[in-house]
């Protein structure tokens, strides 16, 4: 989430809310569209943005290396005593720099951001691309599942254009493997007109 304030706008006020809808919705019907692009574990991944945690504990679960970074400090706390597994690293750190996590020099086989790249305005979104192309190894997928539509009250969100994402990847040196749309699985959400983009981008060997 952007910025460690301002893409954090609401989250901490609506933590029970946002527990309880996140954690309701199964990791597999959330990323369906990318788990084929998935590296087999014990690869390394980097789950931005980490929210609940429900993300970074599947991860672990399946068998995966995890590092999770989540700025806002009440989702934080609340998400390692609902997912207290010793094997998430959890990473107090926000975009568009990473500072903490650039300094440990350590890179991954995948970075994911669920729901995190539209809190980033577009300066911001064009640095961030960058420091997540050199957080991944040769051959490493970055996935991002960014939303579209009405902002709620109280958040921070930008419209992130298709074309953008696809020129910052190719700035950025990566290969793009799925750009695909698809509807909300909340129902408010859908009543509400919002839709996803899903994002799959390579690194080269």
């Known amino acids: ?16 809310d946002l527990f309880e809808r996140y954690e309701s919705f199964a990791f597999e019907t959330v990323h369906e569209a990318v788990l084929p692009f998935y590296p087999s574990p014990p690869a390394g991944v980097l789950d931005i943005g980490a929210g609940t945690g429900r993300d970074a504990d599947w991860f672990d679960k399946a068998g995966y290396g995890v590092t999770a970074v989540e700025p806002c400090d009440t989702l934080r706390e609340r998400a390692m005593r609902l997912h207290p597994s010793p094997r998430i690293n959890w990473l ?6 990473l500072n903490h996590l650039k300094d440990r020099v350590e890179t991954f086989d995948l970075v994911q951001l669920s729901a995190v790249f539209m809190h ?33 009250d109280g958040r921070c969100m930008f419209e992130v254009p298709v074309d953008e994402m696809l020129a910052l990847a190719a700035t950025s040196g990566l290969d793009c493997l799925q750009s695909v749309k698809r509807n909300s699985a909340g129902e408010a959400n859908q009543r509400a007109g919002v839709t996803w983009m899903n994002y799959v981008f390579e690194k080269p060997l």
């Open 92 to 97: 107090d750190d926000s975009l568009p720099d």
């Open 1 to 16: 989430m952007a910025g460690g304030v301002r893409g954090t706008q609401g989250y901490a006020s609506e933590a029970d």
């Open 120 to 152: 980033l305005d577009a300066d911001e979104r064009q640095v961030a691309f960058s420091v997540l192309a050199c957080l991944l190894k040769p051959g490493g997928r970055l996935v991002l599942l960014v939303r579209h539509g009405p902002v709620p």
